[in-house]
């Protein structure tokens, strides 16, 4: 049976650029996912190469190319380009569709999230954030992520999203349903809910509109003074669900972990909180090195690329990560320099689907860095971390980051 | 020294604003880049210039006048 946008065996590969690589898979002890990406580089693979794990697909590693397959979208297709290959996985609005298609809901949303609009809700994301760290900062320690990362980006999408705030754990037990497991049953269950939630929502913002997401979403009109689909609407919903909490989560993972065992990069942020430019330019560089997504677009016809033979339907897999220490774009990609000057990272990708939450997600640490260091600014790993929790795919993070600081 | 922006390139990313806002802002639609000053004064030609080197998209041009 051949179906629709899956990929064909490849037999139009060369066997040079066969190499097998599992992104999902990250070996047991290893507690920094990206690194599987950078052993990857070190060992010396093609840059463009092919793995049949993961139901077959491409590895781009080069910057430039990366970059390409972002922009290109003639050639890389991000419609119906789940990994691995899934059947019935609802298209995304607008992540899932390609301009001239695209156009339509990422102009409803991008209004939303220009760095104004962020700006104006910064207050409201810092009372978030210091009602959260006030909760645990006397008591000496603390589980990061469920503690603080999981909590403070679900908060601040319930603020946006026009939800209440005494939903949040019900939130948290949705969104941990759908982030935390690999069993397809179980997964499948929590998109479930999480549509009958969000359908439930805008029902209600449909009736009491409001100044919120949710109540521009359902309100707003097409070309032609329609509604959009009810379908295509709770598709938006679902896509600002999967792709603003995790993605923050773990990004916040990696920027506290480094910064609790990196005394001088938690100097460098406490002189800087009265220096809004040089606490910003820091962060862009926590963001180069953290970069947490691993992004897959389909290609949509077979053609040449830069070299390599492709045929429709093949995957294509752009890390973040790899793109983000390309040397021949980065000066001494692999220190972490907070001062640096130019710095043209894809951690929010480029091109069309540019991260439309990207200053969103930057002011939501920035605002959680300024306030944890005024009441925490010093703190350590917990000498014993336990098991390791790390995890790599589409968003590569860890489950748990025990903290230590004197008590007060 | 002059600056430009090419708005079919620009995805607002706003990396310009975020280096030197005299010069760059971004509109409140898209997020797209608003040129607040294209004739750069001497004294911010530097910050703007990082700015430029910045773009991700390569959005962004210098000419001399
Ligand atoms: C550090 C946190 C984040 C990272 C690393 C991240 C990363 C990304 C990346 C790489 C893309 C491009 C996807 C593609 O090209 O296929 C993207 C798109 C997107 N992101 Fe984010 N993101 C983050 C936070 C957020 C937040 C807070 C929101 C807001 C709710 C958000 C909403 C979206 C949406 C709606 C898209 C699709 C845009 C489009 O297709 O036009 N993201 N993100
Ligand atoms: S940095 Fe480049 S892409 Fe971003 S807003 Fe400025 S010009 Fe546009």
Same mark, same amino acid.
């Not at chain 1, 297709?77 to 789940?82: I, L, T």
């Not at chain 1, 907070?338 to 130019?342: A, G, I």
């Given at each position: 049976m051949t179906r629709a946008f899956f990929p064909a065996p /490849?037999?139009?590969?060369?066997?040079?650029?066969i190499h097998d690589f599992d992104f999902f898979s990250v070996p047991p002890? =290893?507690?920094?996912?990206t690194e599987i990406w950078h052993d990857l580089v070190r060992s010396g693979v093609p840059s463009k190469f092919y793995t049949p794990r993961n139901g077959g697909h491409w590895v781009f590693l080069d910057y430039d190319d990366i970059v390409e397959a972002y922009r290109d979208y003639s050639i890389f297709?991000?419609?119906?380009?789940?990994m691995p290959p899934m059947e019935h996985w609802p298209t995304l609005q607008p992540v899932g569709f390609d301009p001239p298609e695209h156009n339509v809901f990422r102009r409803l949303l991008a209004p939303m999230f220009t760095p104004k609009a962020v700006r104006d809700i910064t207050d409201e994301l810092r009372r978030r954030s210091a009602v959260l760290i006030d909760g645990f900062a006397?008591?000496?320690?603390?589980?990061?992520? /469920?503690?603080?990362a999981e909590k403070f980006p679900t908060s601040s999408f319930l603020y946006l999203f026009g939800m209440?705030? =005494?939903r949040l754990d019900d939130f948290l037990t949705l969104a941990n349903a759908f982030f935390r497991t690999s069993d397809p049953k179980v997964k499948g269950e929590a998109v479930n809910s999480i549509f009958a939630e969000i359908d439930a929502f805008f029902r209600e913002k449909q009736k009491n509109p409001g100044n919120d997401i949710a109540s521009t979403i359902v309100t707003a009109r097409d070309a032609d003074g329609n509604p959009h689909s009810w379908q295509d609407m709770l598709n938006c919903g679902f896509l600002l669900f999967v792709a603003g909490l995790d993605t923050v989560t773990n990004t916040m993972a990696y920027i506290w972990r480094h910064l609790a065992t990196t005394p001088a990069s938690r100097a460098y942020f406490r002189d800087r909180l009265d220096d809004p430019d040089g606490f910003l330019r820091a962060i862009e560089e926590l963001m180069r090195i953290n970069a947490v997504s691993n992004i897959v677009r389909r290609v949509k016809d077979d053609c040449e690329f830069r070299g390599v033979q492709l045929r429709r339907n093949d995957r294509v897999a752009l890390p973040n990560t790899v793109a983000n220490r390309d040397p021949r774009t980065f000066r001494d990609p692999e220190t972490i320099n907070?001062?640096?000057?130019?710095n043209v990272h894809v951690t929010f990708g480029?091109?069309?689907?540019?991260?439309?939450?990207s200053h969103l997600a930057k002011r939501e640490i920035m605002v959680s860095l300024q306030e944890w260091l005024k009441r925490i600014p010093d703190f350590e790993l917990v000498?014993?971390?336990?098991q390791a929790t790390a995890f790599g795919g589409s968003v590569m993070g860890f489950r748990s980051l025990k903290l230590q600081w004197p008590a007060g | 020294m002059k600056v430009h922006v090419n708005l079919n390139v620009c995805?607002?990313?706003?990396r310009c604003e975020d280096i030197c806002p005299e010069v760059f802002g971004t509109d409140a639609v898209e997020g797209k880049c608003v040129i607040h000053?294209?004739?750069?004064p001497p004294e911010l030609e530097d910050k703007a210039r990082l700015a430029v080197r910045n773009c991700p998209e390569g959005a962004l041009r210098i000419s001399s006048r």
């Open positions: /490849p037999d139009h590969v060369p066997a040079e650029l002890g =290893e507690g920094d996912p297709s991000n419609h119906q380009a789940s006397a008591k000496g320690s603390c589980d990061f992520i /469920p503690e603080y209440p705030e =005494e907070l001062d640096r000057e130019v480029v091109g069309p689907h540019r991260c439309v939450g000498p014993d971390q336990g | 995805q607002g990313h706003a000053q294209p004739d750069v």
